[in-house]
Each structure stands twice: as C-alpha cells, then as structure tokens.
C-alpha cells in the first residue's frame, strides 16, 4: 500500500487495518461513504494475516452472512482471496470424536450438511493420517482462505472504491465536541470526521477509555507454524487434535491450535516479540494429527496477537455515547468472520442496527460491573 496524503477529514474514519476495520470500510465505500483507516502499522500485521484461515463459525450469530457471502468474496472484491470450500475435522480421542459428532449433528438440523466419517473414509479423505484417527465429520460448508492474500484484497478493493489507508499512522487520541467524536489526531495532523469505527485490536480500549468506555480486553499471542510442502489433500482444511489450520495451495501445512501466551500491551504494541515457547508443542500436534508427514521440517513460525472478551464472543456495537462511535472486537474469530462482520459494522454505522442478524447479544453492555480484576480471576494475567 503506498502512503496516502493526510487528509483534512472523511465521512468515516476507521482505526485498525486488520481485517474487520478493512471489511468494514470496504462494504461502507461501496455505498459511497468517503472512508479513510488508519494503522500504527501495515495492513493485517497481527493476527488478521496470520492465523488458520477458517470460515466456518457455525456459533456465531454471523455465522449464515459468513456462509452467504465467502463464497462470492474473490468476485465482490476483484482480488484471489483463495477461498476454498468444506472442512474436515477427525479425531484420535474418542470422547473428542463424539462431541464433534454431535456438533455435526446441530449442524445439521440448522440446515447445513456434516457426514460421519469412520476411520477408513477419514484416511482416504486425510491421506496425511493413519490408522490412530477414530473418524471424524466432513462439513460440506464453510472452508478457508489465504488471511494474507485476503487482508490484501480487501485493502486493494477498498482503495479501488476510492478509500484511503494510511500506515504507520497510529491514532493518538480522539477528540470529541458536543457528545461526538469530530476528529482522530494523529502523528500527521488532525482528521475530522462524523462518524468512527474502532476496530483496533487490543489497542481499542486504550483508545476508547478517555471517552469514558469500558472496552474490557485481555491480549494474547497466537502462535502458528508452518511445514515444509506434503502431497496436496483433497480438503486442505482440517482441523483435530487441538489445532486449526489449513493446507496451502503449495502443500504447506499451517497450524494452530493454542494455548494462548498471555502478554501486555502498550499503545504501540507489544512489548518484545520473541520466539512462543508453544512452537515444539504444535510440532508435535501436527505430527500426530499427520503421521504421514511427521518426516517434515518446520519451516517457519509466527504469532498474531488477538485481543479476547472476558466470554470469548466478539463485541459489535454503536455506543449511546458518543452516538457516533461503532466498535468492534472480534475475539479471535476476526478473519472468517469478516465478510459478515464488515456488513454488520456498516449497517451499525449508517443505520444503527444490524439488517441481517440479531445481533443484541454481542453488545457490549453485557460486560456491565465486571469485576476489575477479571483477568487475574481467569489467569489471563501476563
């Protein structure tokens, strides 16, 4: 992305470049609001271009928009998000094995396909296993993307529909004037606006608390590795064994799967980014999960920090005050949510409330009086 001249203002202003701040100004541009976002660094730097590319978030009140617009997304756009269809998810411990079944079963009676498979049809679908997988289910929706090539193509679009994304550009503050917010200062200068979208991971309740709003976060690192190339899957999504991930279209396998590394923040960031002592962990996950490529080097790892609720669902919402403010955290379910989450931040935007989902139980009154020692209480603590 080339580095834009500061503008005066704009219609919105959106802080966050990752993919929910970039989705939503995409679906805004497109109704022809002059939008402009601002990043302390390059678009999708943290967890948005980083992590296991899934889109199939069947317990979010998002989740049919989610399912409605991926596959249209690279038309929509006009740039290769790499999207493709189906999950797998197989299992070598038997418990594990059925409570994904009976996931698949809810599925299911939502509408949605999940087949059963036995440890023959879960081999010959997921030639990487052995005989130590049980089974699985076969989703016959959802998928994975590329979350770099995405981050890219929203930014592209964006820019296409005459937005501006201005990096290394971090907001300072946001200045506010009869119960608004009017302007975002910056490094550069000042840029007004009418209306604010704070979209900026684990930094949005550093900025929303001068406005009197509590924004309750707790920051992580989200480690990833990724593989030397393996003979291409049928699926290249599967998940099992803790982990999430996918395939690439190289044949790389890139996976995660947790435990979270509690950090602190700073309005710039993190304060170190070392290498996660979780990399042998998920080496070890992924070898078991993939018998048949445990002979594979790592080649590569990496960490996105996400930012997490106190319940581990998003936060979507326009606040009563300022009336002009929409926020949004997506708990670390941002990047297959966000063809959906973009719609729904639009629609918070210019509308005030949500046309396609209720979406009232991801609003951020429900955090009201929680305790102020909430990450001590759930050792989330750094």
């Known amino acids: 992305m080339s580095e834009a001249e500061l503008p005066k203002g704009a219609a919105v202003v959106v802080i966050g470049a990752g ?94 396909r999940v087949d059963d498979l036995d440890s023959q049809q879960a081999q010959e679908m997921v030639p990487l296993t052995d005989q130590s997988c049980l089974g699985g289910i076969h989703l016959r929706f959802g998928g994975h993307a590329n979350p770099q090539r995405t981050v890219q193509a929203y930014a592209w679009a964006l820019q296409d529909l005459g937005g501006r994304i201005l990096q290394h550009c971090p907001a300072l503050s946001i200045e506010t004037a009869g119960g608004k917010v009017v302007a975002v200062e910056t490094p550069r200068g000042r840029i007004a606006c009418d209306a604010l979208v704070v979209a900026a991971g684990p930094q949005s309740g550093m900025l929303l608390a001068p406005l009197g709003v509590e924004f309750p976060l707790a920051s992580a690192r989200a480690e990833m590795i990724v593989t030397e190339p393996a003979p291409l899957m049928p699926i290249g999504g599967v998940d099992g064994n803790g982990l999430y991930g996918r395939q690439t279209l190289r044949g790389n396998l890139a996976f995660g799967g947790g435990p979270h590394e509690w950090i602190d923040m700073d309005e710039t960031g993190p304060k170190a980014r070392p290498t996660s002592p979780l990399i042998r962990n998920l080496a070890r996950r992924v070898a078991e999960m993939f018998p048949k490529a445990a002979h594979l080097n790592v080649i590569r790892s990496w960490a996105g920090v996400i930012e997490n609720t106190p319940d ?67 050792g989330w603590a750094a």
């Open 19 to 112: 993919v929910t701040g970039l989705s939503a100004a995409w679906w805004l541009a497109r109704d022809g609001f002059d939008v402009v976002v601002l990043d302390k660094g390059i678009v999708g730097w943290e967890a948005s271009g980083r992590n296991g590319g899934g889109a199939s978030h069947y317990q979010s009140p998002l989740f049919a928009e989610e399912q409605r617009l991926w596959p249209q997304m690279d038309d929509l756009l006009g740039y290769p998000t790499e999207y493709r269809r189906e999950r797998i998810i197989i299992q070598r411990d038997p418990d594990l094995l059925a409570h994904y079944r009976a996931v698949g079963r809810m599925c299911s009676a939502m509408g949605y």
């Open 312 to 378: 581990g669902r998003p936060i979507l919402d326009r606040l009563d005050h300022p009336d002009n403010v929409t926020v949004a955290t997506m708990s670390g379910v941002g990047f297959g949510l966000s063809p959906a989450s973009g719609h729904a931040l639009r629609d918070l935007v210019v509308d005030g409330t949500c046309s396609f989902a209720d979406i009232t139980k991801l609003g951020l009154a429900r955090f009201k009086g929680l305790e102020p020692d909430w990450r001590e209480q759930r």
